[in-house]
């Protein structure tokens, strides 16, 4: 069966002799590198699942996405942008050091999972970090 998703990476014209390597992991994840200067960039583009989809689908997205993560080494830069389809909710709770506080709602299964990836490898889920309009926080 093909893929019925597909994730991209728009880049600006100017970077693109930057580029040292870009891979379509499957449709619902892929990364480019990027080396500028002596910073090496890992973006990352993910389109995690909706709900209703069976758990063996999203353990497999999980798996994916830890797998690019891993492949990273300590000395090159992460940045992962993507519809995780989950709410991590108001409260930071045990997740202080990746969720910056200014979220609306209540956590889900979904949000979970992306604070405890956040957190096993250091990120922090930056659009929770400022303030925003509260006509920005809810998005549905």
């Known amino acids: 069966m093909r893929g019925k998703n597909g994730v991209s990476i728009l880049v600006d014209r100017d970077l693109r002799e930057s580029m040292v390597e870009v891979r379509r992991v499957n449709d619902r994840l892929m990364f480019i590198k990027l080396v500028i200067g002596v910073c090496t960039l890992n973006v990352v583009s993910a389109y995690a699942l909706q709900a209703g989809l069976d758990q063996e689908v999203k353990r497999r997205f999980w798996e994916g996405l830890n797998e690019i993560a891993h492949s990273i080494p300590p000395t090159e830069r992460l940045l992962i942008g993507g519809d995780f389809n989950g709410h991590i ?17 209540d956590r889900n299964g979904g949000g979970t999972s992306l604070l405890d990836f956040a957190k096993a490898f250091e990120l922090v889920i930056a659009n929770s970090t400022f303030p925003k309009r509260e006509e920005h926080l809810v998005t549905f």
């Open 89 to 105: 909710g108001a409260a930071a709770g045990r997740y202080g050091e990746v969720h910056g506080g200014f979220v609306l709602g």
